[in-house]
T-cell receptor, first 116, second 111 residues
Framework: KAGVTQTPRYLIKTRGQQVTLSCSPI?????VSWYQQTPGQGLQFLFE???????NKGNFPGRFSGRQFSNSRSEMNVSTLELGDSALYLC???????????????FGPGTRLTVL | EDQVTQSPEALRLQEGESSSLNCSYT??????LFWYRQDPGKGPEFLFT?????EEKEKERLKATLTKKESFLHITAPKPEDSATYLC????????????WGAGTKLIIKP
């Protein structure tokens, strides 16, 4: 079974630009969660989508948004980039059915975003 | 407030020197506790899920145990390739499908 894939793997942008990151979950998984990770920091939760609906949202500004398509693929968008947005962005997929066995998250390799 | 605390923040061991990492949690009604391994610049890799106090799971040199308030990840005779950051997360009944994450323990095994 193919794992979680993320594209692109690396991105360099300048302040003020916007960026879109993509995540394809494991086949059959309907939940996709997005995280931001900066050096020395733990995983900061951005949001979670389940069956095309945002089910949970973290404490990030409105510049961060996402969506999920009918095939469970998800995109994350960051508008008006700031230097502090430089980070590793991770997506994770799960069945998302509400129990620990179904909510085990499997992560993609991440997208490394650098904002200059 | 639901919280997960991992200790120590960093741990340096000699190859072959066994030790344990700690994950303590304050959630009401734990539904599951998860351990992950993360190599630099990569996504976390799932290791174990523990469901109830007293449960143990093993994988190669790693053994995870769970009590009512904490979990330990025991590393026996570690090798340099075990160097990584180990992350712990919990799921609580009121967490709305989400996992609550600890900050991780950075483990360095010196040859």
């Amino acid at each position: 079974k193919a794992g979680v894939t993320q594209t692109p793997r690396y991105l360099i942008k300048t302040r003020g630009q916007q960026v879109t990151l993509s995540c394809s979950p494991i086949s059959g998984h309907r939940s996709v969660s997005w995280y931001q990770q900066t050096p020395g920091q733990g995983l900061q939760f951005l949001f979670e989508y389940f069956s095309e609906t945002q089910r949970n949202k973290g404490n990030f500004p409105g510049r961060f948004s996402g969506r999920q398509f009918s095939n469970s693929r998800s995109e994350m968008n960051v508008s008006t980039l700031e230097l502090g947005d430089s980070a590793l962005y991770l997506c994770a997929s799960s069945l998302g059915l509400g129990g620990p066995s179904t909510d085990t998250q499997y992560f993609g390799p991440g997208t490394r975003l650098t904002v200059l | 407030e639901d919280q997960v605390t991992q200790s120590p923040e960093a741990l340096r061991l000699q190859e072959g020197e066994s030790s344990s990492l700690n994950c303590s949690y304050t959630v009401s009604g734990l539904r599951g506790l998860f351990w992950y391994r993360q190599d630099p610049g990569k996504g976390p890799e799932f290791l174990f899920t523990l469901y109830s106090a007293g449960e143990e799971k093993e994988k190669e040199r790693l053994k995870a145990t769970l009590t009512k308030k904490e979990s330990f990840l025991h590393i026996t005779a570690p090798k340099p390739e075990d160097s990584a950051t180990y992350l712990c997360a919990v799921q609580a009944p009121d967490s709305n499908y989400q996992l609550i994450w600890g900050a991780g323990t950075k483990l360095i095994i010196k040859p």
